[in-house]
């Protein structure tokens, strides 16, 4: 007679087996040259910007603001080395700054694209994170950012709605948000190695 338990386990076996082919299928994408090439540029763009003192801006909508928020504790904390902290913020964090924003000018318009005119500054570097590629407030921060002296780099799925919005453009070809969350995290990772690497910080 099958357990309840055994029925969880092979359904938990077989979740993490499918999971396991199509994370190795997306990161076979990814490590297309010219994927590839992307992703050294994104990190390049946020060494240049480190070096001449200049600060890196993430941003996101959910699971998108979360990693955000993560990526900027790599950045201010530590990824792997034991380093000076690099300046890192997280758009739309501070609650009463985004409820004043959304309330008094629409959060899509001007939810993230008012708080990045208020705080960047030309050599900057705004990393936006929108699985669908679509988010008008992401969007608006990023064409505000283009137009601002402020370089870009966004990490998204398949049919996003982004060219011509980012310098570097990382997409994840697959349109399950919680797997495009997953290869964000990975890019995201492999990134702050880089950053960490190019600085000198890994010697």
Not at 133 to 157: C, D, E, H, K, Q
Not at 167 to 180: G, H, K, M, N, P
């Amino acid at each position: 007679m099958t357990t309840n338990q055994e029925v969880e386990t092979s359904l938990a076996e077989g979740l993490l087996e499918a999971r396991g082919r199509e994370h190795a299928e997306l990161l076979a994408d990814l490590s297309e040259p010219a994927k590839v090439r992307a992703l050294a540029i994104a990190a390049e763009t946020i060494v240049q910007s480190l070096n001449s003192g200049g600060t890196i801006y993430f941003c996101g909508n959910g699971g998108s603001a979360a990693e955000a928020q993560h990526l900027v504790a790599e950045f201010v904390g530590r990824y792997k080395a034991e380093r000076r902290p690099l300046a890192a913020v997280a758009l739309g964090s501070t609650q009463s700054v985004s409820s004043a924003l959304a309330n008094d000018y629409g959060y899509a318009e001007a939810g993230l694209a008012r708080e990045l005119e208020a705080l960047s500054r030309p050599g900057d570097v705004l990393v936006g994170l929108s699985t669908s590629g679509r988010s008008p407030n992401v969007l608006a921060a990023l064409g505000f950012a283009r137009a601002n002296g402020v370089a870009t780099i966004l990490m998204t799925g398949q049919n996003h709605h982004a060219d011509g919005l980012a310098d570097a453009l990382l997409v994840v070809e697959s349109t399950t948000v919680a797997v495009i969350q997953e290869m964000h995290a990975v890019l995201g990772h492999v990134i702050c190695e880089l950053v960490e690497q190019q600085m000198g910080f890994d010697r």
